[in-house]
């Protein structure tokens, strides 16, 4: 857990050369793409006009002195797409690296372009398998949740899910999916109710950023579509989420389908 004395400092606001700012995506960005390629045109176009846009947030490495992007991978790029040679303004902090992971987390889940639910989850992972010398967390349960957006079950199904990994002299993967089919593979007989519940979640996270929007917009507009598609799609098992659905019913309440 990071202690209050080690929190990131703000030094001053300031304009530097391009060639000397450096990314480290993997340490850095937390969403499955480093820049999505329409927002860096927006902002790109904003530039060209000579348009305002907010500094980035630069981390000067205390090892080597580097200035690091946290913030602002975007921007970054729209500047040089914008063929920017001037020097551009930025926001340094110093501290260690530790307390720039969550600032950079922090900053990448406003709601600028906001992360999905399992870029979230993704970086919950990452942090909780982040360890001191020693083997214990970096980050508490409450660090987690509180600045990837976890809830704190999942988090608490994370760190059991990496304590039965190393236990089970396993490698870490990178992403909570993988965490989980990994476990699964290791002791699918072994795993509990909760387990395969967090599970269930991840792959409805997944499935609803994938086509949630779509389908409840769908289903405002048109209910009777989102069923012809789902027996489509789903043939016989639409039986399965008649049985499923039947049990919420109020009496004298119709069934969907």
Partial sequence: MIKQQQALKRVKRTQ??????????EVFQYRDKEVENHHVEDIASVIKLKRTVDPLDVWKDPSNGALVVI????????????????QIPVVIFEGPETAARLHALSENAKARLPMTATEKNNAAWRLVCLTADDGKSIYSKADVTKHTGASDGTVGN????????LKADEWLPETWKAALAQLKGQE??????EDWNAIIRERAQRLDDKVGKEIGHMGDLQIDAVALMLEKRLGGKTEILGERWRTDLVDGEEFPF
């Avoid at 530097?16 to 995506?25: A, C």
């Avoid at 699918?188 to 109710?193: H, K, N, R």
């Fill in 71 to 86: 913030d602002g991978h975007h921007r970054l790029a729209a500047y040089k797409r914008a063929g920017v040679t001037r």
């Fill in 188 to 193: 699918q007989e072994e795993l509990s109710d």
């Fill in 16 to 25: 530097v050369p391009l060639k000397d700012l450096w990314t480290r995506p």
């Fill in 158 to 165: 994370m760190r059991r899910t990496r304590r039965k990994l």
